[in-house]
């Protein structure tokens, strides 16, 4: 489905296809250059959704990345300042990265969000503005806005549930505690006072998720939280739905005139940060 400027947010599918900064930024980058991706460095982009696991109790053979793999994408990756706007990412792996948001783990299985996917220039152009005029925004393959649900409800519950025991073809009856527990805590219970915190938190899971994902395919991006979410809401025609943005991702390949790109990573040690009991 396409997104375009006046037709408000749908809510039937979790993704929605669409034609001194704030960004959730790093002061530290890769010490590997710009240039474009070394062949075998990235993990394939080809599985999709349930075609990954031919058995579902077990994993397929040659399934996972390695973790010399895991860990070069991750050196890799750096919120990328200036987007080169000339390449696009490609259907395939732009497919892969869209399950991956829909695979995102989330409390209680709710998945409290929706995932916007913006490609339309005009539409961008709009948004820049209120994205402290950051470059990513227009200039980036596609931009990913993360909504977050504005309330939990008993027919969000209902819908788990139902889900739950189709897809596991299951009674729905057998899961009656498990519905319990959802009301009792964020629909009756105190969280229920602070449930945009609490669907804030899981869309962040989300976007962690996607910042990984996208690195093993060898894609780039910038988080950004320096932009104005009401007026992303006013624009995207978010104001009276049950969603608003929460986070934003800038999505594509890093310019070779990014001198960010070249910076050293800079991390604490994994010695100060970690520690086992």
């Given at each position: 489905?396409?997104?375009?400027?006046?037709?408000?947010?749908?809510?039937?599918?979790?993704?929605?296809?669409?034609?001194?900064?704030g960004q959730l930024t790093e002061m530290h980058h890769s010490s590997h250059p710009p240039p474009r991706r070394k062949p075998g460095f990235?993990?394939?982009?080809?599985?999709?959704?349930?075609?990954?696991?031919?058995?579902?109790?077990?994993?397929?053979?040659?399934?996972?990345?390695?973790?010399?793999?895991?860990?070069?994408?991750?050196?890799?990756?750096?919120?990328?300042?200036?987007?080169?706007?000339?390449?696009?990412?490609?259907?395939?792996?732009?497919?892969?990265?869209?399950?991956?948001?829909?695979?995102?783990?989330?409390?209680?299985?709710?998945?409290?969000?929706?995932?916007?996917?913006?490609?339309?220039?005009?539409?961008?152009?709009?948004?820049?503005?209120?994205?402290?005029?950051?470059?990513?925004?227009?200039?980036?393959?596609?931009?990913?806005?993360?909504?977050?649900?504005?309330?939990?409800?008993?027919?969000?519950?209902?819908?788990?549930?139902?889900?739950?025991?189709?897809?596991?073809?299951?009674?729905?009856?057998?899961?009656?505690?498990?519905?319990?527990?959802?009301?009792?805590?964020?629909?009756?219970?105190?969280?229920?006072?602070?449930?945009?915190?609490?669907?804030?938190?899981?869309?962040?899971?989300?976007?962690?998720?996607?910042?990984?994902?996208?690195?093993?395919?060898?894609?780039?991006?910038?988080?950004?939280?320096?932009?104005?979410?009401?007026?992303?809401?006013?624009?995207?025609?978010?104001?009276?739905?049950?969603?608003?943005?929460?986070?934003?991702?800038?999505?594509?390949?890093?310019?070779?005139?990014?001198?960010?790109?070249?910076?050293?990573?800079?991390?604490?040690?994994?010695?100060?940060?970690?520690?086992?009991?």
């Amino acid at each position: 489905m396409e997104y375009r400027r006046g037709e408000g947010a749908a809510t039937s599918a979790p993704l929605l296809q669409a034609g001194g900064n704030g960004q959730l930024t790093e002061m530290h980058h890769s010490s590997h250059p710009p240039p474009r991706r070394k062949p075998g460095f990235f993990a394939s982009g080809v599985c999709q959704g349930r075609e990954c696991r031919s058995d579902p109790h077990g994993p397929d053979p040659g399934m996972f990345a390695s973790s010399d793999t895991l860990l070069k994408a991750l050196e890799w990756r750096y919120a990328t300042k200036a987007f080169d706007a000339s390449r696009q990412i490609d259907a395939a792996t732009w497919a892969a990265l869209e399950q991956a948001l829909a695979l995102t783990a989330s409390s209680y299985g709710l998945q409290p969000w929706k995932f916007l996917v913006i490609t339309d220039a005009a539409l961008r152009a709009e948004l820049r503005p209120h994205s402290w005029n950051q470059s990513q925004i227009t200039d980036c393959s596609h931009l990913v806005v993360l909504l977050k649900q504005r309330t939990i409800t008993g027919a969000d519950a209902d819908r788990l549930i139902t889900s739950t025991a189709t897809t596991r073809g299951i009674e729905a009856n057998l899961l009656d505690g498990y519905r319990q527990m959802i009301q009792v805590d964020l629909i009756d219970g105190p969280r229920s006072q602070i449930i945009g915190q609490w669907a804030g938190n899981q869309v962040y899971i989300a976007l962690g998720n996607l910042l990984t994902s996208a690195a093993l395919l060898g894609v780039d991006t910038c988080a950004i939280e320096g932009f104005s979410p009401v007026d992303y809401d006013r624009i995207l025609g978010l104001e009276t739905s049950d969603y608003q943005s929460c986070v934003v991702c800038a999505c594509g390949y890093r310019s070779s005139d990014d001198k960010y790109a070249s910076l050293a990573k800079v991390r604490y040690p994994a010695s100060e940060l970690i520690e086992h009991r």
